[in-house]
């Protein structure tokens, strides 16, 4: 399945006298970036012709803009992508655990980026890998791919404008009381020169909201986390914060390797919409086989 390259819209009757550059940006909601791009490389055709993009447009003009083509250059390599939705314009990727998404210093290879190409060449696709939203090495659940620029740009201003819902599943260590609950709590990094991340004053301003789904006599509790911001680690921190790390989590202090070892934390649902279709989208990853197990343990400890 290729990506979208190419955008057609027939000017109507309301349309008339409007010009050309006035109706590409306001039917296609491209950026202002990729509209730059266009022009330079001369991609918008009118009627199958090469315009002056400031000349008045006539009903039943056919506006055809092409993007432009480009490919990504990661090395391929045969590594689970488990796709949960694809179409034309995005790749939604249930993530394994023990993945990082995009090559690093310290992981050049073996990473998401490297089974996208992959997947590429099984489906005879070519596009840019372009990552929406960043999951954790030891993390699994939802991850988005633009297969385009107008996509990356649309989906990511959705996420600004806080328009995109995340939720997560997470085993916590403790009983938590509340059934429900709000952490505002801001972030950052207490020590430059480590990874962690810690609640600290000045930090970016941090939100997570929690529910109870289930509690475990043994002392574990099964929590859905709402995100209305994106920091790095935020809700491993801020379950670490209230005093319920998540399971598994070394950093953090929510380590027990008997049980699972990585921390149990699962993007399980996105809901937004499509960037191309303006249609309202959901999805769901379903809970991972090593979380479930810890969840199947759990219940039998209580028997």
Same mark, same amino acid.
């Given at each position: ?23 590409? $940006? ?17 991609? +918008? ?23 432009? &083509? ?44 490297n ?9 005879? &696709? ?41 939720r ?28 962690? $991340?810690? +609640?600290?004053?000045?930090?970016q ?12 006599e043994?002392?574990?509790?099964? +929590? ?11 809700? $491993? ?38 960037? +191309?279709? $303006? ?21 039998e400890?209580?028997r």
């Amino acid at each position: 399945m290729s990506s979208t390259n190419k955008f057609e819209y027939i000017v109507k009757e309301e349309d008339a006298g409007t010009p050309y550059k006035t109706l590409v $940006r306001s039917r296609f909601t491209f950026s202002s970036r990729l509209m730059t791009k266009l022009k330079q490389n001369d991609l +918008v055709f009118i009627n199958g012709q090469s315009v002056k993009m400031y000349l008045p447009a006539s009903p039943g003009d056919v506006i055809t803009v092409m993007l432009p &083509q480009e490919q990504s250059s990661f090395i391929p390599e045969p590594i689970p992508v488990c796709p949960v939705f694809e179409d034309s314009d995005l790749l939604i990727l249930n993530k394994q655990p023990g993945y990082v998404v995009h090559p690093t210093k310290g992981h050049p290879l073996h990473t998401m980026a490297n089974g996208i190409a992959q997947y590429m060449l099984d489906t005879h &696709q070519s596009f840019k890998i372009r990552f929406i939203n960043r999951l954790d090495m030891n993390t699994s659940g939802l991850l988005v791919v633009a297969k385009n620029s107008h996509s990356q740009d649309d989906f990511t201003k959705q996420m600004k404008a806080n328009q995109v819902t995340k939720r997560y599943v997470a085993i916590v260590r403790g009983l938590v009381k509340e059934d429900t609950g709000t952490i505002d709590a801001p972030l950052g990094r207490p020590d430059p020169e480590r990874v962690a $991340r810690g +609640v600290v004053e000045g930090g970016q301003p941090s939100v997570t909201h929690y529910k109870v789904l289930e509690r475990y006599e043994p002392g574990y509790t099964l +929590v859905e986390l709402l995100l209305e911001t994106g920091r790095t680690h935020q809700i $491993r921190v801020h379950m670490s914060h209230i005093g319920h790390p998540v399971l598994g989590d070394e950093l953090y202090g929510g380590e027990n390797p008997w049980l699972i070892e990585r921390q149990a934390l699962h993007a399980r649902f996105l809901a937004f919409r499509h960037p +191309v279709t $303006r249609q309202p989208m959901e999805v769901e990853a379903p809970l991972p086989p090593d979380m479930q197990a810890v969840l199947d343990k759990l219940k039998e400890a209580v028997r």
